[in-house]
């Protein structure tokens, strides 16, 4: 009892604290103009004259510049919102009895970072949660959501106060944080706080000088003429047509309603991916990967090593990255349950017809495929970038696998 009091104690002072220093700095706002007024009041010489000229100049300049502030302001908020790793801010909220937000760090690149990890596969990894909430440091057993990617759990009440938990979402995370599916925690359903600094860096500058507003939508044509303007960009030279077909699925993927735009979070998600797959070889996304990841992988691969020689086809690995490593739809929340608990998926399945295909086109590539077997550290590598694509709660597929 003496940690919760203690922690809710130091969150009120912390409140306390930011409103005392927001009414401070509204204050020297303030206090400019009430000084201007006191020197004008003393003045014998030309104090109406002053009057009436600071109210023509306010008159005239009063329409437009309060709106050109605003807007300029609200975009400087977004880049830093996007620069500081967090995400929209909800616009109807009570910011009067929010928790005060964890200061993230972005993470730091290590000497050792592309040197290949040790992740074998005869040994197995045992998974355990934290015991208490992440926000409030308070233990209440069944009542925790816990995350699907790393160790933290929440209470549902904490989600709402700290502004991660809105109604329309609050419904399914209790349906999923249970489930075999489960729910990825405000740290892990962001991709972009993967980045370093350096790398976010990068990636504000690209959006900037592809005239790309942060925290708006983007419909098929903004997508493939931000396409269009990287690539260029990176290789000096047009897009071909196959690779804008390639990127015309990709925000297919991005859209799963059909909406006919994609969210910011989700281009946010997919941009992230990219640039990690850019920047930093196999060896240091491996490291990224927590050990629950480590162990669903490692049970997908025993599932689909049928003959136990640890080798797999290599159209079964396509096959699990089209399928288990991607985002799982609400009604095919027993995706992974048929790799990881039961066994590889068959030809008539529902995860196996997923992309849409008849087991007769399946079949038969995956014969053509089979000849180039994958072991472990490989499979670990072709996929570990879709594992850490399906991170995130949304329904997108933030990578969408080659055909």
């Given amino acids: 009892m003496g940690v919760l009091m203690s922690r809710r104690q130091t969150v009120e002072r912390v409140q306390k604290v930011s409103l005392a220093v927001s009414a401070f700095k509204d204050g020297l706002r303030e206090q400019p103009s009430t000084r201007r007024r006191g020197e004008a009041g003393t ?8 009057e009436v000229q600071e109210g023509e100049e306010e008159a005239s300049a009063g329409p437009s510049q309060p709106e050109e502030s605003s807007a300029s302001a609200s975009a400087k908020a977004a880049w830093e919102r996007l620069r500081d790793g967090r995400g929209v801010e909800p616009e109807e909220f009570d910011r009067a009895n929010r928790f005060t937000p964890p200061a993230f760090i ?3 690149r290590e000497l ?5 990890p040790d992740i074998s596969l005869e040994q197995r990894e045992q998974i355990v949660n934290d015991e208490m909430c992440e926000i409030c440091e308070v233990w209440t057993a069944e009542s925790l959501f816990p995350c699907r990617i790393c160790p933290r759990v929440y209470h549902d009440g904490c989600l709402r106060r700290m502004g991660y938990l809105q109604k329309d979402s609050a419904v399914e995370v209790t349906e999923t944080a ?6 990825s925690c405000y740290y892990c359903d962001n991709l972009n706080l993967l980045l370093t600094e350096e790398e976010m860096y990068s990636l504000m500058e690209t959006l900037k000088n592809c005239k790309i507003i942060p925290e708006t939508c983007l419909t098929l044509d903004d997508f493939l003429h931000y396409k269009h303007l990287v690539h260029k960009q990176q290789f000096e030279k047009p897009m071909a047509e196959a690779q804008e077909e390639q990127a015309a699925l990709q925000f297919n993927a991005l859209d799963p309603d ?3 735009h994609i969210e910011w979070q989700d281009f946010l998600s997919h941009e992230s991916i990219q640039l990690l797959q850019k920047l930093r070889p196999q060896n240091a996304l491996l490291r990224l990967l927590t050990p629950k990841e480590r162990e669903r992988a490692r049970a997908a691969f025993l599932a689909l090593d049928q003959d136990n020689d640890g080798f797999i086809g290599e159209g079964e690995c396509h096959q ?9 739809q609400k009604e095919m929340l027993s995706c992974n349950v048929s790799i990881s608990h039961v066994g590889p998926i068959s ?11 008849s087991p007769e086109k399946i079949l038969p590539a995956t014969k053509q495929e089979e000849p180039r077997t994958v072991d472990w550290p490989g499979f670990l590598r072709e996929n570990v970038a879709y594992i850490l694509a399906a991170r995130p709660n949304s329904a997108a597929l933030h990578l969408q696998p080659p055909a």
């Fill in 43 to 50: 003045s014998r010489r030309g104090t109406l004259e002053q």
């Fill in 106 to 108: 972005r993470p730091k």
């Fill in 112 to 116: 050792h970072d592309d040197e290949p």
């Fill in 178 to 183: 249970h489930t075999e599916t489960g729910w």
């Fill in 258 to 260: 059909k909406k006919g």
């Fill in 320 to 328: 699990a990255r089209h399928t288990w490593f991607r985002k799982h």
């Fill in 347 to 357: 030809e008539g399945s529902p995860a196996s017809s997923k992309n849409g295909k």
